[in-house]
């Protein structure tokens, strides 16, 4: 059986790799949606159509692959409940945000990216147009990236953090260490000194 550290450091790793893999699937979305969203003077109409094209070639994407994706967020959550289990009193704070973030980046594909590309194809754009709704989802994607690369950022402050702690703890181990060492010498002369007076007197 495994010593709790040792699994939160499992947990840690699969809150990277799950955050990581998520990140990789939809920066790549960013190629279709750069130029949309961050050069819009020299946007044209066959920019939005080869996006839109895009998120309706996405819609089709086989359910293995989708559950692939599903099964690698789920072990995200995971990690963080392995990490979640006992808590760092100091850092526990930290591991919430962690946890709510990561929930916060699901919840964004849930609700504007998945049902942006469904609409992509049902062409039901609500109260807004085609292109606005394009710029939508791409706005999502952008936000889901943030989101959990905030999570990256929470998760490296959490590893700074109990590597720091560790290390003041063995260096105050150390020193109390060294400290008793000191003294036990003189507390056995003091001892013998104690004795040899005992021994003149009589």
């Not at 819009?40 to 895009?54: C, G, I, K, M, N």
């Not at 692939?68 to 919430?96: S, T």
Request: charged share 15%; net charge neutral.
């Amino acid at each position: 059986m495994l010593p709790y550290k040792a699994l939160c450091s499992l947990g840690s790793a699969l809150v990277l790799i799950s955050t990581s893999f998520i990140m990789g699937v939809f920066y790549s979305n960013l190629a279709y949606e750069y130029k949309i969203l961050f050069q819009p003077a020299s946007v044209t109409p066959e920019d939005f159509t080869r996006t839109l094209q895009h998120y309706q070639f996405l819609n089709e994407v086989g359910h293995p692959l989708l559950y692939i994706l599903a099964f690698i967020a789920f072990l995200g959550l995971v990690g963080h409940m392995i990490r979640l289990y006992k808590p760092n009193e100091d850092l526990k704070m930290f591991e919430y945000a962690s946890l709510g973030m990561f929930v916060m980046g699901v919840c964004v594909f849930i609700t504007n990216i998945k049902t942006g590309i469904e609409c992509s194809l049902t062409g039901n754009w609500g109260e807004v147009s085609e292109n606005q709704g394009i710029a939508v989802i791409g706005s999502s994607n952008i936000i889901l990236l943030c989101v959990f690369f905030g999570v990256i950022l929470l998760q490296a402050g959490l590893w700074w953090a109990t590597f720091d702690l560790d290390t003041r703890m063995q260096q105050f181990i150390a020193e109390e260490s060294a400290a008793s060492k000191k003294e036990q010498p003189a507390t056995s002369k003091k001892g013998k000194n104690t004795s040899t007076g005992s021994k003149k007197t009589n």
